[in-house]
């Protein structure tokens, strides 16, 4: 028997010690000799590597646009199916970043989600959830085996027609859907339909209508754009006009942080009128950005205000920030009043409003601006912000040289989707938030909608795929889902429609086997509105559960 001493680990560390230094040389020999022909290598595979990246690239970018967005908000612990879906938009992305160059800054991803997400510094799935019992560790993500498969898949050969049928076809047949439904299913990364039935049928959108303008909207002005309103005075007279710039997101507000502050104005407005030597004016307001009447058809309604191109607050009474609100009768005249306050706490003495008109003589004193219309555009979808929704249709129509009413608004609308290429047969625009009755939209221009936000040649419409309701989390989806069995909540973003006797649902979803699919369902002649959506919502949680291969 051979007997092997122990010694002890100071005796052995500088016999270690020195073994190492007589290697050390060794290594950095051979690491010299290998160096250029690993560089050779390299050079010689790189070709290769771009020519698949190219050719991978614009389907796999599809997919990691369209498929990143819809986990970005979802912060608190829930079930599995949203660790998968956090994998799947995390494994596009990352190859997307690869094969594509990684243009998601350049295209509009929002800054919320980039810092948050370099605050965090977490990985994988382990912020999706905790195994039960054990608090605080995380829940492993899913293995990826599936997700890279799908992005192997060749576009024609994935889900189904059948398939899908086999599982929408008995729930369309719910009774709450009333006597008239359609719906429309497409693959987000190819823009293949998968499914349909009535989808050129004219239906009322109610506020689904709202993805239309989102995307007219980005389409005429850009993500970048900014709402601005200005101070401007005639030397001439001694009138100081407040000048409204069509935001109706414009506060008066502590705390808003981001948003158009007529505090801010104010200050500006007060210091460089004392620069001048004025501290008393007569005090005007201009709206003549927007043309036509702002009553809505719908009248006197607690879903929003007069629209004008200048209110404050959204013209609300009560202090909210979204939802249904008393508002202001008069909003710019309250706008401008409340203007006049400001000003004279900075020792600045005003008449009582009054509406004019800026002319060309006079100066710019002072402005501030809106977040970027991205933000709006999510702000308008995730709430289903009405003043918002009107407010970016007239927009539309100033920048299309349309008439900034009613009629400009709806027409420009319908323009800037023909200039897209989008079909808009059966689409008839009466306004941009769809609480007119006389709209008309078709499942299929919906999905079409979708679609196009997730194109990679369309990087500007992307907050139209990140505004979209969150499933059980955010908007006016938060407290849908809240029972959800299947696990779609979080998984399901979309814009919600409801009018008297109507119902609709769209938007996109992550499925099972790692798919990005756009759907819209849309339902007329309901009479159990809580039933109706409920059967949209059931809709959607089977898109989520269904491979359909």
Known sequence: MVVVEERPWRSVRPRLA???GAVRPRLARATDALRPPLVRAAEAVRPRLSGAARAAGPRVARFARAASPHLARITGPKTWQYTAGAATAGL?????VVTAAGPWDSTGQRTAERDRAVAQRHTGGADHGTESGTAGAPRPAPSAGSVLAGLDTAPDSGRSTTGLAGVLDPLLDDASLGDRHAASVVDLTTGKRLYGTGVGAAFTPASTTKIATAVAALSALGPDHRLTTRTAYEGDTGELVLVGGGDPTLTAGKGLKGSADLRTLAAKTAKALKKNHVREVTLSYDTTLYAGSGKHPIGVNDNLADITALMVDEART??????????????????????AALLEKRGIETTPPG?????????????????????????????????????????TAVASGKRADFKGAGAAVTARLKKLGLTVKGADFHDGSGLDRADRLTADLLTDLLVT????????LRSVLTGLPVAGFTGTLSSRYADDTDGAAGLVRAKTGTLTGVNTLAGTVVTRDGGLLGFAFLADGTTDPQAAQSALDAMASALADCGCH
Do not use: C, I, W
């Open 92 to 96: 596009a992305l990352t190859v997307g």
């Open 355 to 395: 509406p004019s008109k800026a002319t060309g003589r006079a100066d710019t004193l002072a402005t501030v601006s809106s977040p970027p219309l991205s933000s709006l555009v999510e702000r308008m979808l995730t709430n289903s912000d009405n003043d918002l929704a009107e407010a970016l249709a007239r927009h």
């Open 318 to 339: 009560d202090g909210s920030s979204s939802g249904p609100a008393p508002r202001e009768s008069d909003p710019a005249a309250a706008a401008a009043r409340t203007f």
């Open 453 to 460: 936000a997730a194109d990679p040649d369309h990087p500007e």
């Open 18 to 20: 020195r073994a190492a």
